[in-house]
């Protein structure tokens, strides 16, 4: 009879995984369905990604436009107040 041993994966590693499902299982501003999944909502791998992050209290990094707002007519009103348009 043998024994097997299962290691966790680092902290680094979950939240890498973490991140690139966060990056992948979107949910569309258009349609409320996730971009990889389809189903209505937040679907439970991004749910699960998203525990991962609370966990650790570390923010995901965000990638701006990934919702794609512009399907529902959304657009800038005015740039922000640190940055003005010469």
Same mark, same amino acid.
């Given at each position: 009879?043998? $024994?097997?041993?299962?290691? &966790?994966?680092? +902290?680094? @590693?979950?939240?890498?995984? +973490?991140? #690139?499902?966060?990056? !992948?299982?979107? !949910?569309?501003? &258009?349609?409320?369905?996730?971009? +990889?999944?389809? !189903?209505?909502?937040?679907?439970?791998?991004? @749910?699960? $990604? =998203?525990?991962?992050?609370?966990?650790?209290? #570390?923010?995901?990094? %965000?990638?701006?436009? $990934?919702? %794609?707002?512009?399907?529902?007519? &959304? %657009?800038?009103?005015? $740039?922000? &107040?640190?940055?003005? =348009?010469?």
């Amino acid at each position: 009879m043998s $024994a097997t041993t299962y290691y &966790a994966n680092s +902290a680094e @590693e979950q939240l890498s995984d +973490a991140q #690139r499902t966060l990056d !992948t299982h979107i !949910t569309s501003s &258009a349609t409320g369905r996730c971009l +990889a999944c389809g !189903t209505h909502g937040p679907c439970y791998k991004r @749910e699960g $990604a =998203v525990t991962v992050f609370s966990r650790t209290l #570390r923010l995901p990094s %965000r990638r701006p436009g $990934a919702t %794609r707002p512009e399907l529902i007519n &959304a %657009r800038r009103v005015g $740039a922000p &107040a640190l940055f003005p =348009v010469p």
